[in-house]
């Protein structure tokens, strides 16, 4: 089981990469949260250590800095295909060539831009504890988001996210996720972690709507920029109750 979930961690970050084939990493998808909980965990001590002795904002940039550096960019890379394809105009076909266009479209580079931004400013509005408890529930409810998103969702394609929404047609992996998930949500978030499992199922779902209507199903790329865009929604959530 170890290696499963080494197996994840090479997937979701930058940490030392394994032999695992993306359907063995499918396999396991319910197990995302986990990858959550512990870059959670590692963003979020920073920012508490940081936000002793040095100004919100600076402690925020270099939390968003720390969080890009842990995961690679990889979902980052994933929002901007995403908004590219819902820009570029035409079929099911040619929104999602533009997705896979190597080349980063106007609407990618601005997505990115207002994410990151989004995130520095979020971030800052918190200190602390409460810092911590942003950064680790808002990682754990944006790897549950591409699990519920793979259960709920079709393939617009043959690619990166069919293995995964074939795997997740057994809805008890998605309950399995959801048991991993709502643990420490409830532990640390309380009220408000519920608050903010609501907005991510939520919007979720919205993305999900939005995807099926542009490229006809879900792509890997929309499960990565689901990741980020629920996360920023969950953190706004936090700072906003």
């Not at 995302?32 to 100004?55: E, H, R, T």
């Not at 295909?81 to 999602?96: S, T």
């Not at 580079?109 to 950064?135: M, N, P, R």
Request: glycine fraction near 10%; hydrophobic fraction near 55%.
């Amino acid at each position: 089981m170890l290696k499963e979930i080494g197996s994840l961690f090479s997937f979701l970050t930058i940490f030392p990469s394994s032999d695992a084939t993306i359907q063995d990493v499918a396999k396991y998808m319910h197990a995302f949260p986990i990858v959550g909980i512990v870059i959670g965990l590692l963003v979020g001590s920073l920012g508490l250590g940081l936000s002793s002795a040095f100004d919100p904002l600076l402690v925020s940039l270099l939390a968003v800095a720390s969080l890009v550096i842990v995961t690679g960019v990889h979902h980052a890379d994933g929002l901007s295909d995403f908004a590219d394809g819902l820009m570029a105009k035409g079929g099911y076909e040619k929104k999602i060539s533009a997705m896979r266009d190597l080349n980063t479209g106007s609407a990618g580079i601005v997505a990115v831009v207002l994410y990151l931004v989004g995130l520095i400013v979020t971030i800052s509005l918190t200190s602390g504890f409460d810092l911590f408890k942003a950064v680790l529930i808002s990682e754990i409810l944006a790897k549950f988001s591409m699990v519920l998103m793979a259960s709920l969702g079709s393939s617009a394609s043959m690619g990166s996210s069919s293995p995964f929404v074939s795997v997740m047609k057994d809805k008890r992996r998605l309950a399995a996720a959801f048991l991993i998930m709502i643990t420490p949500v409830l532990l640390i978030g309380e009220t408000t972690g519920l608050v903010m499992l609501g907005v991510t199922v939520t919007f979720t779902i919205f993305l999900l709507a939005i995807s099926t209507r542009s490229f006809g199903g879900i792509t890997g790329d929309v499960l990565g920029a689901t990741n980020e865009l629920t996360r920023l929604a969950s953190l706004m959530v936090f700072v906003s109750i």
